[in-house]
């Protein structure tokens, strides 16, 4: 409460998002061995509820999404949420921890590069061995950058998962 009395005093509204838009969700079936997957929790009517009250949120008021991480790459609110929002139109940033603004669209650039699957890295000519398998090869060249997104937002998501404790080795 003390984050919200701050904010309100600043003329800032708070509204806490986390049971429709947070990475650990309550319903069970969002789990495969106790890691939370943010494909499952994107697919539940809750979390569709959460994005439209964001949605709509930003026809009236400027919105922020709220993370402690330092980089937004690490953060669920950008793999998980904004990954979504920015399909509906909205303009979104990222506040670096320098205080400088990185746009939605330049951070997916930062992720695919981190990924290795940025335009020039999969342009790049590739050593092939007679011992490889070239059906098991990840073959990047001729796909869409859509479908590089979806890989490493998946990718990210399963780095960053919630996993409960006792699973694994994350707690």
């Excluded at 009250?53 to 709220?66: C, F």
Aim: net charge negative; with cysteine.
């Amino acid at each position: 409460a003390p984050l919200k009395a701050e904010l309100l005093s600043a003329g800032i509204r708070y509204v806490f998002l986390g049971k429709e838009l947070g990475a650990r969700p309550a319903d069970l079936s969002c789990y495969v061995g106790g890691k939370a997957l943010y494909e499952k929790i994107a697919a539940t009517d809750l979390f569709s509820a959460g994005l439209k009250r964001v949605i709509q949120g930003a026809e009236t008021y400027q919105i922020a999404l709220m993370c402690a991480e330092k980089d937004p790459i690490t953060c669920h609110r950008t793999i998980l949420v904004c990954q979504h929002l920015v399909k509906s139109g909205l303009e979104i940033n990222h506040i670096l921890n320098d205080g400088s603004l990185e746009s939605h669209q330049d951070l997916e650039e930062r992720l695919l590069s981190s990924h290795g699957l940025s335009d020039s890295q999969i342009k790049q000519p590739k050593q092939l061995s007679l011992f490889d398998d070239p059906t098991s090869m990840d073959n990047w060249d001729n796909c869409s950058r859509e479908d590089r997104l979806k890989e490493v937002y998946h990718r990210q998501g399963d780095t960053i998962a919630y996993l409960a404790k006792g699973v694994g080795s994350r707690e």
